[in-house]
């Protein structure tokens, strides 16, 4: 990608809009950042690119006469790419990226890309661990919280770089080509900003996309859209599966996980696995059938997922006080994640629900309560929303609480020796908090208070 001396626009302050004017302006480009928010500070946004930086920063109303001097724009994965500016944009013939596609156009290596509606940290994470003990060049970026172009300078040829990909990168790809790439499973997420189940699919699916015969696809088999979308592919799919034995692939039998290649090999047993739950078990299936098809050895995929510990903020076992289990899953930002979460517990479980209305319905994870669930404290904007959906399930149990705190006092206050308490939205966390993490780290200092 020649970018020499062209002027750049990268709209979105966020941290994929700092870490992609940092990497325009290391390639010579003349840079440009806009974020139509006029309440951003300017010094704070200065300060976190840096000194030297010659990035001029433009906020508030869009200066129209812009269009006619850029050559290419930059789009931040919060920015829709249907907004009426962005529409203007490609109007002008201007060409529009987002920052996985600058980074991958001027980066070296091989990618290692993973997607899916859930359990895509855990799995990059997992899938660096073996990684960085298989190789010694590895980054793991994207979506998990390092962008993709903080790392394209210290990247080789023989760098591997493991990335989590969201369904907004993916929207604004061109040539982002991984080596193996993962679709871990699909469920209804972000419609407000993608309208449609099939749009938000044929985001998804958009991470195969340019990849060829030579590279691999690694698919969910017990998701029928995935199942469906692998006999449309021209790369080599590979499946996982925790429901039925494969051909090809890798799969649990009777709590084994086998992988079948060239050999049959059994890397593990469940029960050797730190991490709980059958979206775990699948997640690790993932993480390791597209390190063994990248040519990772058996020994070191084994003893890497015996040994992982599993991720913050993902059904992650607090502390106990009191009898009381208390468990952090605030990465539980939609109804299947949630889903997957309470499905873990082992107790009668004090749960807290609700956040940033992103159009999801409730129904099926009220329904997977199953008798599990003591109590629903419901906080933020879906608080009603959730409330009515479990009254017309037959789940009355409900609170409603007017701040956070008020929510996790109620569930140490109602829990006895032998509850848990599990912080599992299945909402965003905007409107209260800057995202999830913040909101989990929230759920420990108070828990920590008791």
Not at 326 to 344: C, F, V
Not at 400 to 425: M, N, R, W, Y
Request: with cysteine.
């Amino acid at each position: 990608m020649d970018i020499k001396e062209k002027k750049v626009l990268v709209f979105g302050s966020g941290i994929s809009g700092i870490g992609a004017c940092k990497l325009l302006e290391k390639k010579g480009a003349q840079v440009i950042l806009y974020d139509g928010n006029d309440k951003i500070d300017r010094k704070k946004t200065q300060m976190q690119l840096g000194a030297k930086s010659c990035t001029k920063i433009v906020l508030g109303e869009f200066p129209k006469e812009l269009l006619k001097e850029l050559d290419m724009v930059v789009l931040s994965p919060g920015v829709p790419t249907d907004l009426p500016l962005v529409e203007e944009i490609k109007a002008a013939g201007i060409f529009v990226c987002g920052e996985i596609e600058l980074a991958y156009c001027c980066g070296k290596g091989d990618v290692l890309a993973i997607t899916g509606t859930n359990g895509k940290t855990t799995t990059t994470t997992l899938l660096g661990e073996i990684m960085k003990h298989a190789r010694s060049s590895v980054f793991v970026v994207g979506n998990i919280g390092t962008p993709y172009t903080s790392v394209v300078e210290e990247l080789c040829d023989d760098s591997v770089t493991v990335a989590e990909i969201s369904s907004f990168q993916l929207e604004t790809i061109s040539a982002f080509r991984p080596k193996v790439s993962a679709i871990l499973n699909i469920t209804p997420d972000h419609l407000n900003r993608h309208h449609t189940m099939e749009a938000y699919i044929r985001a998804k699916e958009r991470i195969a996309e340019n990849q060829t015969p030579d590279d691999v696809c690694v698919l969910n088999y017990e998701d029928e859209v995935l199942r469906e979308f692998g006999r449309q592919l021209r790369t080599k799919v590979i499946y996982f599966s925790s429901q039925r034995k494969l051909e090809r692939g890798i799969y649990l039998d009777d709590g084994n996980m086998i992988y079948k290649g060239e050999k049959e090999v059994c890397l593990c047993n469940v029960k050797d696995l730190k991490l709980l739950g059958m979206h775990n078990y699948e997640n690790v299936m993932a993480a390791s059938v597209m390190a063994l098809e990248y040519g990772v050895s058996e020994e070191i995929v084994r003893d890497t997922i015996r040994a992982f510990q599993g991720v913050e903020h993902r059904i992650e076992f607090v502390c106990e006080k009191d009898g009381v289990a208390y468990y952090n899953d605030s990465k539980g930002t939609n109804p299947d994640a949630a889903i997957r979460g309470i499905r873990a517990m082992n107790r009668p479980t004090y749960l807290i629900g609700g956040g940033y209305d992103k159009d999801s319905e409730y129904d099926e994870w009220i329904e997977a309560f199953d008798g599990k669930v003591k109590k629903l404290v419901l906080i933020g904007a879906t608080k009603e929303k959730i409330a009515k959906t479990a009254y017309e399930h037959g789940f009355h149990e409900v609170v409603l609480a007017d701040t956070f705190e008020e929510a996790v006092q109620i569930c140490h206050d109602l829990a006895g020796k032998g509850d848990a308490v599990l912080l599992s939205p299945a909402c965003a966390s905007w409107g209260m908090f800057k995202n999830y993490e913040e909101r989990g780290d929230k759920f420990k200092e108070l828990v920590k208070q008791f």
